[in-house]
């Protein structure tokens, strides 16, 4: 069965720290990979996305991940943390396959708390 | 462009009673899934509806069921409500195909007492 595991529960940041959340998967398929955001009172907004090509992805508000296939894992990544990130981030996986429904499976979650 | 909408917004309900969550898709959008995310983790996959019938279901018991419309609008009914039913329903609409990413609605938050 296909998991997600994400190391950081709670991560707490001073503004322009480095980022750095790491995502492990577990699926011996072909994968697309995805980091979705949860800010306090508004709905999951996706990241970044990784359906094939260039490993380094690079999504919205300067977040980048990269892709290492043999490892499993697909971290996300930001070089200097603003107070305005402080939110939910979610690692989620769906196989890609001939019977690819687009189901998402999450991780638990890590809540990043960015201080000014 | 209408993103994704639920509703209600929040909803408590009686342990026993039943509930039925409304999910309208982006504009284009043509499947429907639906999540439960329990205070602290990550959302769950409950099921998916494409062309009107369940296409895929998670691990959640048959007191959970759903229905897609012609407009690929979606119900989400519970049945028998026990306290651990108490989460954040979302619901996120898609492009059926291989390659596709997923929209979220601001989710329901049902409290069974």
């Known amino acids: 069965a296909q998991s997600v595991s994400q190391h950081n529960h709670h991560v707490i940041l001073s503004e322009a720290a480095s980022l750095e959340l790491g995502c492990n998967y577990s699926y011996g398929g072909t994968v697309n990979l995805f980091w979705y955001v949860q800010y306090p009172g508004q709905h999951l907004q996706l990241l970044l996305k990784?359906?094939?090509?260039?490993?380094l992805v690079k999504g919205i508000k300067g977040f980048e991940a990269e892709f290492i296939k043999s490892k499993f894992s697909f971290n996300l990544r930001k070089p200097s943390v603003q107070w305005s990130d402080t939110a939910e981030y979610f690692c989620a996986v769906n196989a890609r396959s001939s019977s690819n429904t687009g189901k998402l499976i999450f991780g638990q979650g890590t809540t990043l708390q960015v201080k000014p | 462009d209408a993103g994704v909408t639920q509703s209600p917004t929040h909803l408590i309900k009686t342990r026993g009673q039943q509930v039925t969550l409304r999910c309208s898709p982006k504009?284009?959008?043509?499947?429907v899934s639906w999540y439960q995310q329990a205070l602290g983790q990550g959302p769950q996959f409950i099921f998916q509806y494409y062309e009107e019938e369940e296409r895929q279901r998670g691990n959640f018991p048959d007191r959970f069921s759903g229905h897609q419309f012609p407009n690929y609008s979606s119900e989400l009914n519970v049945n028998a409500l026990l306290l651990g039913d108490s989460a954040l329903y979302l619901c996120a609409s898609s492009l059926v195909g291989r390659n596709t990413e997923a929209f979220f609605g601001q989710g329901t938050r049902l409290t069974v007492v």
């Open positions: 990784y359906f094939s090509g260039d490993p």
């Open positions: 504009s284009g959008h043509d499947t």
